[in-house]
């Protein structure tokens, strides 16, 4: 199984400003994902990453809000951008596991919005 | 337009006794189910999966099953175990490219 980081765990920000998070795997992988989950609501789907290519957002997700890097096979970043309190969500990044469509979670990014 | 409902948010079950988690969803073109577990402050792990082919799945002392007639699937832990406490999640797939997640449903194990 693959072994995901997140920095930072956790992070308070003000409104307007922007925050980026860091996903790290232990082992290289063509496919990431990163989802929100906003308080109450289920894990949604913001964008997959490939390396080399641009990241495929999902509808209402842009990327001009949230961009992402993707500059190797282990590292992603998302970038939270013009932040409001309506951002106030756990960002996770993800890849696929070993079975049929299986997906291995980081341990999530708590983002507070004032 | 929410896909997947888990419409317990919790659930309080005695040690040894079964637990029963519900998720329905509405798209019938789904092809894959999985269920996550997971812990505070830690991400989802994936727990138990199944197919749309099939209509059960069994893992240990847990076991997915599917009715897809009613566009249903439950997650059966027996025996409960307090170690069980954590948030509960279905996903549905569409072909492993599109992952449709419900809200959770919070379990606890009462010793």
Request: charged share 15%; glycine share 6%; aromatic share 12%.
């Amino acid at each position: 199984s693959a072994v995901i980081s997140q920095k930072p765990s956790r992070d308070i920000c003000q409104r307007g400003t922007s925050l980026t998070i860091q996903c790290q795997v232990d082992s290289q992988v063509t496919m990431m994902f990163w989802y929100r989950q906003q308080p109450g609501q289920s894990l949604t789907l913001i964008a997959t990453a490939n390396q080399g290519s641009e990241a495929t957002y999902e509808s209402g997700f842009v990327i001009d809000k949230f961009p992402i890097s993707r500059p190797n096979l282990t590292f992603s970043t998302l970038t939270v951008s013009n932040m409001s309190p309506e951002d106030s969500s756990i960002y996770l990044c993800s890849v696929v596991g070993q079975g049929p469509y299986e997906q291995y979670f980081g341990p999530g990014t708590r983002l507070t919005v004032t | 337009d929410q896909q997947v409902k888990q419409n317990s948010p919790s659930l309080s079950v005695q040690e040894g006794r079964i637990s029963i988690l519900n998720c329905d969803y509405t798209n019938s073109m789904f092809d894959y189910f999985l269920w996550y577990k997971k812990y505070p402050a830690e991400g989802p792990t994936f727990l138990i999966s199944i197919s749309s082919i099939k209509d059960k799945n069994e893992d240990g002392r847990f076991t997915v099953f599917l009715n897809k007639s009613a566009k249903h699937l439950s997650l059966h832990i027996v025996p409960s175990q307090p170690g069980d406490s954590a948030v509960y999640f279905c996903a549905a797939s569409l072909t492993g490219n599109q992952f449709y997640f419900g809200t959770g449903t919070s379990l606890t194990v009462i010793p």
